[in-house]
């Protein structure tokens, strides 16, 4: 833009100089070249009345001319200015209305280019931003979700019964699912806060006793069971929490689509720990077997389910494969502590 004005100014000055100081010179040394007695002539007739008007009006001519040509560089400049200004104005209008896929403007003007790639740049930013944030929102609500959904079973199974052995216990276990759904959601918060996630030693067998626990009632009620088999006394590399939530969605998976007895099995692998989960059900469809951890990409509910727990399992520097998807069998691979 500075370019642009200052190119303006330049032209404006070259305009005045050829229409002014050009003529103003050759008739200096025009007279120059007169003899005296020329010289005496030419001043007596530029006394004459007719010859001053014919001189004016010459004055007035050349400064129309000026101005005109002053307007019409100025007009040209400011039209190059004003139009990528105005749909810059129009993108910066269709951003406000939520389209973000908008390409940076080029016009070929440097500051007005900068400011539409700082826009763009910007727009990306808050596009990615505003993505992450729905991510986390969907992931935080499916996380909670689950603990919710076995605290209101442990609180049926106690209004259920007059036993105060059974309500003790059903109490000890509830009490147990808020404190993990406390975990969950300071976990969730630290992830907002850092974005890093944490990979604590954890007791294997600790994270799955406590899962048989807090499921086994819900097994019952569908008329089904579930082992845990396989090595002991393993620890590996996972923040409880995710653990859990990563082993909680094979368990609701498995629970919802597949049938019989589902098969919990841990077992050393080199240097990493395999978990296998697997149930006696028709396993995964084909249709969806390639596409099964992608977002919203389901048999039924909200999809988010093994996306989030490959996220997780991924986050802890492990992964979460498919191994077959008749029957379906999920593995869950981490590093052994």
Known sequence: MQRILARSAVQMVIITFVFYTFPAVF?????????????????????????????VFVAFLILAVTVALSYRIARGRAEAIAIPLDELRARAERLGAGDARQPALKSGIVE?????????????????????ERDFAADASHQLRTPLTALLMRLEEI???DDLEVVE???????AQVERLSRTVDELMGRTRSGVETSPAVSLDSVLASLQREW???????????????????KVRAAPVAL???????????????????????????????????????????????????????????GLGLALARDLAEAHGGRLELLSSSPAIFALFLSEA
Do not use: C, Y
Not at 115 to 128: D, K, V, W
Not at 216 to 226: E, G, L, N, Y
Not at 248 to 266: D, F, I, R, W
């Open 169 to 175: 216990e059903e109490a000890q276990i509830a009490i």
């Open 27 to 55: 008739v200096v040394v025009w007279l120059s070249s007169r003899t005296p007695e020329q010289l005496v002539a030419i001043s007596a007739s530029i006394s004459q009345p007719d010859v001053v008007v014919r001189l």
């Open 216 to 234: 086994q009632p819900a097994f019952v009620h569908h008329r089904r069971s579930m082992h845990i088999t396989g090595d002991r006394g393993v």
């Open 244 to 302: 859990a939530q990563i082993l909680t969605t094979l368990l609701e998976n498995s629970l919802q689509h597949g049938a019989g007895t589902v098969e919990v099995a841990a077992r050393r692998s080199g240097p990493s720990v395999v978990i296998e989960v697997t149930d006696e059900g028709k396993g995964v469809p084909p249709e969806i077997a390639t596409h099964i951890f992608e977002r919203s990409v389901s048999s039924s509910g909200s």
């Open 112 to 132: 007005i280019d900068q400011l539409s790639e700082a826009l763009f740049r910007g727009t990306m930013q808050a596009s990615r931003r505003l993505a992450a």
């Open 159 to 161: 209004a259920a019964t």
